[in-house]
């Protein structure tokens, strides 16, 4: 599975993003996918969880405020992210789940935050 990330970029405070994360590739029996973010100096978080489902689950910190969702025809998973604060600033990376336990990380798009 290869997981291609893009949405990334610099944005005020209070401003809107939306990331992308199409998944190619041996893409059957993907369990869940998710978006993760780690700041400098800091360890690597969960930020939202979408399972095959459609079941959805978020850090604290985001509730209220992105949404994942997928678009299972374009193997896409989306992470739409309002009012952003500058310590939402992070790199956001895409993760996957198989059935069977592989697990994949597609590469990290940048999030700035600031004024």
């Known amino acids: 599975v290869q997981l291609q990330a893009s949405g990334g970029g610099l944005v005020q405070p209070w401003g809107s993003l939306r990331l992308s994360c199409t998944a190619s590739?041996?893409?059957?029996?993907?369990?869940?996918m998710a978006w993760y973010r780690q700041a400098p100096g800091e360890q690597r978080e969960l930020v939202a969880r979408?399972?095959?489902?459609?079941?959805?689950n978020y850090a604290d910190s985001v509730k209220g405020r992105f949404t994942i969702s997928r678009d299972n025809d374009k193997n896409t998973v989306y992470l739409r992210m309002n009012s952003l604060k500058p310590e939402d600033t992070a790199v956001y990376f895409c993760?996957?789940?198989?059935?069977?336990?592989?697990?994949?990380w597609g590469q990290g798009t940048q999030v700035t935050v600031s004024s």
């Open positions: 993760y996957a789940v198989k059935l069977s336990g592989p697990t994949y």
């Open positions: 979408i399972t095959r489902g459609g079941s959805t």
């Open positions: 590739g041996s893409i059957f029996n993907i369990l869940y």
